[in-house]
Nanobody, 121 residues
Framework: VQLVESGGGLAQPGGSLRLSCAAS????????MGWFRQAPGKEREFVAA??????MYADSVKGRFTISKDNAKNTLYLQMNSLKPEDTALYYC?????????????????WGQGTQVTVSS
């Protein structure tokens, strides 16, 4: 299993970024996927998860971030709008252990290396 994130970078407050996570080594469409983030000095926190019939978001990003999957491309996305300085973190995608997963890290068994998002003026 390999998960490779991309799309991070520097954005201004109020700006947008789209993160991608290219997945390989497993049947992508059969598993739930998630995004997590970790800011310096803080614990890793849940951002969003998606399964075949739905998804969920952390309250801190609800209405601003959108998670999506392209099963044909084996790619997970995170569209981030209305970015805030507090969104600055290393963002990870993760593969769930089964076809459903929520906000708990123990529900995921593979993680990418992360892509850095910095929101600053």
């Amino acid at each position: 299993v390999q998960l490779v994130e991309s799309g991070g970078g520097l954005a201004q407050p109020g700006g947008s970024l789209r993160l991608s996570c290219a997945a390989s080594g497993f049947t992508f469409s059969n598993y739930a996927m998630g995004w997590f983030r970790q800011a310096p000095g803080k614990e890793r926190e849940f951002v969003a998860a998606m399964w075949w019939s739905g998804g969920m978001y952390a309250d801190s990003v609800k209405g601003r971030f959108t998670i999506s999957k392209d099963n044909a491309k084996n790619t997970l996305y995170l569209q981030m709008n209305s970015l805030k300085p507090e969104d600055t973190a290393l963002y990870y995608c993760a593969k769930a252990k089964r076809d459903y997963a929520t906000e708990h890290g123990y529900e995921y068994d593979y993680w990418g290396q992360g892509t850095q998002v910095t929101v600053s003026s």
